[in-house]
């Protein structure tokens, strides 16, 4: 297979936190504290690693795999390993463009709400009912979400722009050490808090009499998409992996990353909660209506509430950096457009629909699509059908389709690494990973 001259990452930890990078963002810190207090604290937890594992992990390896045996984008990988599979890599590219256009504005709400810390403006409240209008105003605003979109689109392209190496792997080296700092101070405080070990017990102390199937399949859909799994990421990045990277090691140390950061964010916002008396299970509000209720009763509350707004901004310029490559890589490469072109066109295109996405929540609210306004039909069509899709062609393809040779070569690095786990390995992708992503789709769809 020939290979063209590209863009390689600096070493081993440069591959892992660029990775991680991908796979940590507003899913971990947001979604999963709200999704476990919705499904019984502990015992989710345990669930949800359990499912990191035996789904996530040999998934991540499958896309390294293909990515650095390419050494192409996510489109040009398939094609080059399989021509017939090439739709697998149109399916990522168009999951990670349509997932920007909501998480962009996602993103945005971040950091006005980091500018409200820093100012004081949440303080100004004190009960869910006020949080909630001063949220639904925000939102519904028709200028100041897209000017937050924008600002964030803007860093984001900024980062694409500078290349592989100074623009994506210096922000990784900056960001995830960042991200972790804060997440770390964050989780102190709260468990230094009045009442917070009882928040820890929640969190931490499994109680299995609350699991049913709807929780597994909630951990299992929760696992696959918090480590970014079947919209070309993972593909796109081992392109420019090292020969020599261990692709077992980098993936294993990305979901220990990964799953890390979604405990720090349990450990830092459970013990608040409880410490307040509010509870656990407060759904998607708990990020922008609930939390910034706790951080008013805090001693020095605008630092705290700016800390934690800040870690939301940081998580979502990681996987904005991460969905933009993919889209760029792609037009770079299959298109021909220089890379600036290739980062302009992206962004350009994703500007539009980011602003559209925003604008549905207010003015175009009523302009709808099977019901639902452009921001909500983004959501679920990435979330419930192009995801679950892509993981379970993924499978099937480097399970079954892929030549045997070409996989072992990159899981052993051409014979110097050891595959004692080979059966298993095929296993998993082959029948257990494709039934689990089958039914999390047939749940998505409400089959069950």
């Known amino acids: 297979m020939k290979h063209t001259q590209r863009a390689t990452l600096g070493g081993k930890l440069s591959a892992v936190l660029v990775a991680a990078g991908s796979s940590v963002g507003l899913g971990n810190i947001w979604r999963f504290p709200y999704v476990a207090g919705d499904n019984g604290g502990g015992a989710f937890l345990a669930i949800y690693i359990l499912c990191v594992l035996i789904l996530g992990l ?7 795999s293909v990515g650095r045996a390419s050494r192409k984008n ?3 990988a398939y094609r080059a390993l399989d021509r017939k599979w090439s739709f697998l890599g149109y399916n990522g590219v168009l999951a990670a463009f349509l997932i920007l256009g909501f998480y962009f504005v996602v993103a945005g709400w971040t950091a006005e709400y980091m500018v409200h810390s ?3 403006e949440l303080a100004r409240y004190s009960t869910a009912e006020e949080y909630t209008a001063m949220f639904e105003r925000f939102i519904q605003n028709p200028w100041r979400p897209l000017l937050y979109t924008l600002l964030f689109i803007t860093a984001t392209h900024f980062v694409i722009a500078l290349g592989v190496q100074k623009g994506i792997e210096r922000s990784a080296k900056v960001l ?8 770390i101070a964050l989780a102190v405080h709260s468990l230094l808090m009045p009442g917070g070990s009882e928040g820890l017990r929640f969190f931490l102390k499994p109680d299995f009499s609350k699991i049913t199937a709807a929780t597994v399949l909630t951990a299992l859909g929760q696992a696959f998409f918090s480590l970014s799994i079947g919209i070309g990421t993972m ?5 420019y992996f090292k020969p020599e990277t261990n692709l077992r090691h980098t993936a294993l140390n990305v979901t220990i990353l990964d799953t890390l950061v979604a405990l720090l964010a349990g450990i830092a916002i459970f013990p608040a909660v409880f410490s307040v008396g509010i509870q656990p299970s407060s759904g998607p509000s708990l990020v922008f209506i609930t939390l910034p209720g706790i951080f008013n009763g805090m001693p020095w509350s605008m630092v705290w509430s700016s800390v934690f707004f800040l870690l939301l901004v940081v998580a979502a310029l990681t996987s ?3 969905l933009h490559e993919v889209i760029t890589a792609y037009m770079h490469e299959e298109w021909h457009l220089s890379r600036k072109s290739a980062a302009w066109a992206t962004t350009g295109a994703t500007l539009v ?3 559209l996405a925003s604008l549905s929540l207010g003015v175009l609210n009523g302009w709808r699509i099977c019901g639902l306004n452009l921001f909500d039909a983004l959501d679920y069509l990435t979330a419930n059908i192009l995801l679950p899709v892509g993981g379970f062609f993924t499978c099937i393809f480097v399970g079954w389709r892929l030549d045997r040779k070409i996989l072992q070569m990159q899981v052993t690095n051409d014979g110097q690494l050891p595959f004692r786990i080979r059966t298993l390995f095929l296993f998993l992708l082959r029948y257990l990973c494709p039934a689990i992503l089958l039914l999390v789709f047939l749940d998505n769809l409400g089959a069950f």
């Open 235 to 239: 593909v796109t990045y081992a392109s």
């Open 118 to 120: 820093v100012t004081g």
């Open 353 to 355: 629909l980011a602003a």
């Open 74 to 76: 996510a489109v040009g």
């Open 58 to 64: 040999p998934l991540m390896i499958a896309e390294f």
């Open 320 to 322: 904005t950096i991460s």
């Open 176 to 183: 995830m050490p960042l991200l972790f700092i804060i997440l």
